[in-house]
């Protein structure tokens, strides 16, 4: 890569960091960037991996000082979400992911449909959840582990709606619950690709430093916003992305 490819790389992935905090879909940007800059695409989908986790480490940091992060609730789905993640990313080794690109868009748009003709979802937090929402939850959660291991893109925008959807969070307890929740799911898949000699180290540091920065930043005005800004900047990104994933595919 020439150094002026690396500087596009570090606003884009400054950028996507910063705004992803929120929204999630980092991947539905940065990977496909990486391909157009002639990075093979396997080495390209572990090296964002190994930036993804140090962006989640990043985000993290302003909520865990917040206590906006409830593990009493969340340590299931961390453990579920390592077992999914290990999968996914054993996968990812054996094939590419161009193929989900579809797949992705139409969830995205599912996604933001959903949520704005709930008009009253991830506003309150739920005073119960049932047992079968809770299990649907976990499924789920597994599921898109499995993805989030094996790609990443658009992820944590659907786990996201998931937890708001059925687990009962407001979108600021889903919001920070992801990221912690993604750092366990991006550092599994990451030791998966490091195993198998897939990570770029060098490009992978440089990213990894940009995303922290860029991720702890928007965190630390994202723990600040309410839950109504927070609903109007995720649906207006979902909707951004999917339309943009959607074109690309077609």
Avoid: C
Avoid at 78 to 90: D, K, W
Avoid at 207 to 226: E, R, W
């Amino acid at each position: 890569m020439t150094f002026v490819q690396e500087v596009v790389l570090i606003i884009l992935f400054l950028i996507t960091s910063f705004i992803g905090v929120v929204t999630g879909s980092n991947s539905l940007i940065t990977v496909p960037a990486m391909f157009q800059l002639g990075i093979d695409p396997k080495v390209a989908v572990a090296t964002n991996m190994f930036g993804l986790t140090f962006m989640s480490i990043g985000a993290s940091i302003p909520f865990l000082r917040r206590r906006a992060v409830d593990f009493r609730t969340t340590w299931p789905l961390l453990a579920i979400t390592v077992i999914g993640s290990a999968l996914g990313a054993l996968l990812a080794v054996v094939m590419t992911a161009g193929s989900l690109k579809l797949t992705v868009s139409v969830a995205m748009i599912v996604v933001a449909v959903f949520i704005l003709f709930r008009r009253d979802l991830g506003l309150k937090h739920a005073a119960a959840v049932s047992t079968g929402a809770m299990i649907l939850t976990y499924f789920l959660t597994f599921a898109l582990g499995v993805y989030g291991g094996l790609y990443s893109g658009g992820y944590i925008t659907i786990l996201t709606t998931v937890l708001v959807a059925f687990f009962g969070m407001t979108f600021t307890e889903a919001v920070a619950s992801t990221k912690v929740i993604n750092i366990f799911s991006s550092m599994i898949a990451t030791v998966v690709f490091i195993w198998k000699g897939l990570v770029d180290y060098k490009l992978g540091i440089l990213l990894s430093v940009t995303m922290f920065i860029g991720a702890y930043v928007g965190a630390h005005y994202a723990s600040k916003m309410n839950d109504v800004w927070l609903r109007r900047i995720f649906l207006a990104v979902v909707f951004l992305l999917a339309i943009k994933t959607l074109f690309d595919f077609l």
